[in-house]
């Protein structure tokens, strides 16, 4: 089974930018739909971002359209999640979910990463 590895969570100011990694351990990510979720203290898990294919459409939560941008780099076998413009109520753990069915990662039933902390102070 697939297993997501996040990367490039920290601490930022309102206003800043961060960039997510998530590869997939021993697998090559070509094979993947992918999908971002975070989860922000005493909430519950929400969607952020998806695409299926390479090529794939992709997907956003009305509350990070025009800030959040989803995409791959194949040759870095990486999927990255690009967050500009960040906000205080962005703070969360964002996981990485990987399927090879895209309705499964945007119902979050894939194979899903340990998380990695984004904090954003204003």
């Known amino acids: 089974q697939v297993q997501p590895v996040e990367s490039g969570g920290g601490s930022v100011q309102a206003g800043g930018s961060l960039r997510l990694s998530c590869a997939p351990s021993?697998?090559?990510?070509?094979?993947?739909?992918v999908a971002w979720f975070r989860q922000a203290p005493g909430k519950e898990r929400e969607f952020v971002a998806a695409?299926?294919?390479?090529?794939?459409?992709?997907y956003y939560a009305d509350s990070v359209k025009g800030r959040f941008t989803i995409s791959r780099v194949n040759a870095n076998n990486t999927a990255y999640l690009q967050m500009n413009d960040l906000k205080p109520e962005d703070t969360a753990v964002y996981y990485c979910c990987l399927d090879k069915y895209p309705s499964a990662v945007v119902a979050g039933t894939g194979s899903w990463g340990r998380g990695t902390q984004v904090t954003v102070s204003s």
């Open positions: 021993g697998h090559t990510l070509t094979r993947y739909a």
């Open positions: 695409f299926s294919w390479t090529d794939g459409p992709t």
